[in-house]
């Protein structure tokens, strides 16, 4: 028979059966107190973080016995249902320490992938949603074949399919991305549990590129390998083991030591954005930096850029109204290079934003040009750093928490490149409206 338990936001038991509760209370638990069994809490932390079902089968050591159950929890808005199948009893046991196997992504990948053992989709970087018209979040728990479909190769093989069945690394799958339609090339490194057990691919998405005579790679993709080698990689194991610690992998440890744990992953996610503006930086400022112009639907891409911050705004308290949108506004310009825009200047919009405040995303025709307007309810920006906010590097308060001060140069960068140009207009206390303007198709 099954047992079942409701857990709120904290992680407090708010309501379970009599079993479970007996179970809980012999772990030293209680009602209205962290649940205490610790491999329940780790599946149930995990399942209120990624927002997805997540179910997998545990032991649990219960007085003179080991239980051997299947736990199911699904997160929902109110906190977390559990539901946990015992199979079968043993006597008690300890094995050697297992220590779960942690694989970087694939050297050179333009971004990364994570899926479990059911091809379910676990991480996908905002950016990476971004350049594609994609929604990270939305994403998670879903099938691979959502963000990629699987192509066969010269052979008429499936290089991910047959690294499944074989539970090994793979390279060389062709796929296009569902939301662009860009092909792409994808390997994976196989990843497996403390037990040894296969648990899916930390995998990479690599672009088509130019190649030259000389060197066999193009000077972006060149500086890109240095940044894998040097940043990407390390950085990518540093922030892998943080999370196999914060998740409790292993097993129980000090609170203390998770908190550590997800700050340590969250820096290093912010250092990991900075690599990125840097290869973005790189690329924008070489001599053969070209944009590949074509009609894109403005109105369409602020849609898309928008759906991107929905959980971010919902958790922050911050209202994302996106008006006027409704009808298409075809501009020239390059589609993934808008989107990067438009999320960077809603990404700032969100982070000044104060909580219970509004954001107002607006499209408009101004003569031969099309508009896109940011606009939050901020502290703004006193006029004297108006200008100064474009610069490399320029941040108005280097104190506050925030990016690399790159984006909004990245951005002009890449606006007047497409024949257009970002201006401000705010004034100290009043708010900030960023307005991106491009030509019109």
Request: glycine letters at 10%.
């Amino acid at each position: 028979m099954a047992l079942t338990a409701r857990l709120d936001h904290a992680d407090r038991l708010i309501s379970a059966d009599a079993d479970f509760t007996m179970l809980n209370d012999r772990a030293g638990g209680a009602p209205g107190e962290l649940l205490a069994v610790p491999q329940l809490a780790t599946v149930v932390r995990l399942a209120r973080r990624l927002r997805i079902l997540v179910q997998r089968s545990v032991v649990i050591a219960d007085a003179d016995v080991d239980l051997e159950c299947w736990v199911r929890a699904v997160p929902g808005a109110d906190g977390v249902t559990l539901t946990v199948a015992p199979m079968r009893e043993r006597p008690a046991w300890r094995s050697a320490v297992a220590v779960a196997h942690v694989v970087a992504p694939p050297a050179g990948a333009d971004w990364v992938w994570e899926i479990d053992a059911a091809l379910r989709i676990t991480h996908l970087p905002t950016a990476a949603g971004a350049a594609h018209g994609l929604d990270p979040s939305a994403l998670l728990g879903k099938p691979l074949t959502e963000l990629f479909t699987l192509l066969p190769d010269a052979a008429g093989g499936m290089a991910l399919l047959e690294a499944v069945a074989a539970q090994r690394d793979f390279d060389g799958q062709p796929a296009t991305i569902r939301g662009s339609g860009e092909s792409v090339t994808l390997a994976g490194s196989a990843r497996r549990n403390a037990m040894g057990v296969f648990a899916g691919f930390v995998g990479g998405a690599f672009l088509p590129v130019r190649k030259t005579e000389d060197t066999g790679l193009t000077p972006a993709q060149a500086f890109n390998t240095r940044l894998d080698g040097i940043l990407r990689g390390p950085l990518g194991r540093i922030i892998a083991n943080a999370d196999s610690i914060n998740a409790a992998s292993d097993g129980p440890i000090d609170p203390h030591y998770v908190d550590y744990a997800a700050d340590i992953a969250s820096a290093g996610r912010h250092l990991m954005g900075l690599v990125d503006d840097l290869a973005d930086l790189e690329a924008i400022e070489r001599d053969d930096f070209r944009i590949e112009f074509e009609t894109v639907d403005l109105a369409d891409v602020l849609r898309r850029a928008a759906g991107l911050f929905a959980v971010r705004a919902t958790d922050a308290g911050v209202s994302i109204d996106v008006g006027g949108a409704d009808a298409p506004l075809p501009a020239i310009g390059e589609f993934r290079r808008i989107l990067q825009i438009l999320v960077n200047l809603i990404g700032n919009a969100l982070r000044y934003s104060p909580r219970g405040g509004n954001v107002w995303l607006r499209v408009q025709r101004d003569g031969a040009q099309v508009v896109a307007i940011v606009a939050d309810q901020g502290k703004g920006i006193a006029p004297e750093d108006q200008a100064r906010i474009f610069a490399k590097f320029a941040r108005v308060d280097p104190r506050e928490p925030g990016g690399s001060g790159l984006g909004l140069y990245i951005s002009r960068r890449l606006a007047r490149a497409m024949g257009g140009d970002i201006t401000v207009d705010s004034a100290a206390g009043e708010g900030a409206r960023f307005v991106l303007r491009l030509p019109a198709a």
